[in-house]
């Protein structure tokens, strides 16, 4: 059997600034529980945690990280371990009646299986039909399951599971590690300091040679607007062919790159069981997700902009910035919706002229 290339890093190798939350799933694996819920923004480490822990779970020396388990689980191509991701916008009953299918095979090889359950938090509906499995799963069967945040529909699940926390790594901490990886220093601070605080992202921008461009046109808006709709509508013309030329080059190399090795695995195993369209529906969903952090990331300049001039502003002109930190807060929180983005942006726009 040929495996991917895998980096010599070992369990946990690529969970950056997790300290906390990789020495509890550490210490557990000696005495694992039924179930598991990872919580934290996207991006944070949860998956390639999931799929140490999952190692560790499966190796025959304890989670030794480099051995032919340990590698085929961190690959995700071990047959005991079934990662389920979504195809559509939320877990759906079917979705949900194919995990409890899955949770109640025997493991093929090893002695246990791990389920891991990617966006939890977008149960919905399918909450109830997974309860009970996730409460009193087969003896050999351990779920993880990965979630951003706890909706009320998730309550009772997440109380049925052992909770570790996943939260935003400092900038220092990422930057550090970029740098060790090859980053050039200079980029790796930007990227760090634009990445929300998520190393995923910031290996991505760390490899983007517009980012500093990016970041300096986000600065400059607040002097280019004139209050007029013509205005705004030109700048968002120019900021949002900025974010379709980060979508189409580095996430399209990226997912080009992940196609051609899904080729070559469904060309070495046959295409039944490659998760063809699950990986499909991930990459729409990144898609999505990386223009909704560029908005994210220019709001943030734009904000940070605002609240540099309230140091010795007038009364009248203190009261305009922080209006304007007002309507860019209002613009954030209005990107959980899916809003349309031109229109979006073009309204704070016009309103901070």
């Known amino acids: 059997m040929t495996l991917a290339p895998q980096e010599a890093k070992g369990l946990y190798g690529d969970v950056v600034g997790q300290d906390a939350a990789v020495a509890r799933l550490r210490a557990s694996a000696r005495t694992p529980v039924h179930a598991y819920l990872l919580v934290g923004p996207a991006g944070t480490g949860k998956l390639q945690a999931a799929l140490s822990f999952a190692a560790t779970l499966l190796c025959d020396d304890a989670g030794c990280g480099h051995c032919e388990i340990c590698r085929r689980v961190l690959a995700d191509i071990h047959p005991d371990v079934r990662l389920i991701q979504r195809e559509g916008a939320a877990m759906s009953v079917g979705d949900a009646a194919e995990v409890v299918r899955i949770a109640a095979q025997a493991p093929v090889e090893a002695p246990r299986k791990v389920v ?27 779920f993880v399951a990965l979630a951003e945040h706890v909706p009320p529909e998730l309550v009772t699940i997440a109380s049925r599971c052992a909770r570790i926390d996943f939260g935003p790594v400092a900038a220092e901490v ?30 991505l921008l760390a490899a983007d040679p517009s980012l500093a461009a990016r970041v300096q046109a986000w600065s400059s808006v607040p002097e280019q607007l004139d209050g007029t709709g013509h205005r705004a509508s030109n700048l968002v013309d120019a900021l949002t062919s900025m ?3 980060v979508e189409s080059g580095l996430l399209a190399a990226r997912h080009q790159a992940e196609m051609e090795e899904l080729d070559r695995r469904e060309s070495e195993w046959g295409k039944r069981g490659s998760g063809r369209k699950v990986i499909e529906a991930r990459q729409r969903r990144e898609r999505r997700r990386v223009r909704t ?36 807060g209002e613009a954030n929180e209005a990107l959980i919706r899916n809003p349309n983005e031109i229109l979006l942006l073009t309204s704070l726009l016009v309103s901070l002229g």
């Open 116 to 142: 891991i359950l990617d966006d939890l938090h977008l149960v919905e509906e399918a909450g109830p039909a997974l309860l009970k499995t996730i409460e009193e799963p087969p003896p050999s069967t351990y």
């Open 174 to 203: 990422i930057e550090e590690r970029l740098v060790a990886e090859g980053a050039d220093p200079e980029a790796a601070a930007l990227a760090a300091a634009s990445s929300g605080g998520r190393p995923e992202r910031a290996r």
């Open 243 to 245: 974010i379709d030329t």
């Open 293 to 328: 952090d560029e908005l994210r990331m220019g709001f943030a300049t734009l904000a940070e902009y605002y609240r540099s001039k309230l140091g010795g502003a007038d009364r009248a002109a203190t009261r305009r910035y922080l209006e304007a930190l007002e309507a860019i």
